[in-house]
């Protein structure tokens, strides 16, 4: 049965998707911050967290067998938005191209944070087998790196994340050419709502209006205080529960698209 609202209507439900080398823990605040009428639901990926035990997923294939059934089963029952922050938001998008593949009911939106879209390259676009002398610098700029680890080879951050940073990277380069490819990739047929960091240094906010080639629809670009790691600022889920709200209202029977 879906969840109904004080006021009668359905709730929205928000999936969100962290960046590389994380679990969810990001979103730890986002459900008192997000305001009324939204259930904030971390898709965590295997191979860390509470998942750390499983094989992690480095292509299209194993992440669409991992999460699609989540979203396709709430697809069918209610309202449904989703969020992606940095690596997450190349999952977000494949995970709301390929939803449009199975003729499912697609999500209210795919918002958009800290991530250039696929045809721009980056830094990290082929870094995941890069020697550590290479790597850690360009993670050290994006600020992804423990005080001191640069000169701490073979610490703890070393054994526990770096191996799942590295895998994540290869993740986002399988979704980068995915998303390039004619049949996997191309335009989302929902709104997309995108967020920049307006001190990222990889993900620059003039650099995300390239998202617009990305979606039949509207695209529509916010900056947002904080640099590539703004996910765990109160700001951005206030923006994102009002665009739930908003969305879900101008969908609603009577109210205006």
Known sequence: MTALTDAGGERTTLYCLGHAGGGVAGYRRWPSLVG???????LLLPG????????RVTDRAALLADLM???TERAGTGPYAVYGHS???LVAYTLTRALTDTGAPPPLFLAVGACLPPHVATALVSAADLPDEHLLPILDRLGSLPA???????GLWHRAVLPVLRDDLRLAGSLRQAALDSVTGGQVDTPVLVF?????PLAVPALLEEWRGWATGRVEARTVDG???FVGTPELPR?????CRDRAAALAPGGRR
């Open 69 to 71: 059934p989540i979203l």
């Open 36 to 42: 009324p009428d939204v259930d904030v639901v971390p």
């Open 239 to 243: 923006l994102v529960g009002q665009a």
């Open 48 to 55: 860390r967290d509470g998942r750390r035990r499983e094989p």
């Open 227 to 229: 640099d590539h790691f």
């Open 148 to 154: 001191g680890e640069m000169a701490r080879p073979g």
């Open 196 to 200: 920049a960091g307006r001190d990222d």
């Open 87 to 89: 690596m997450g938001a």
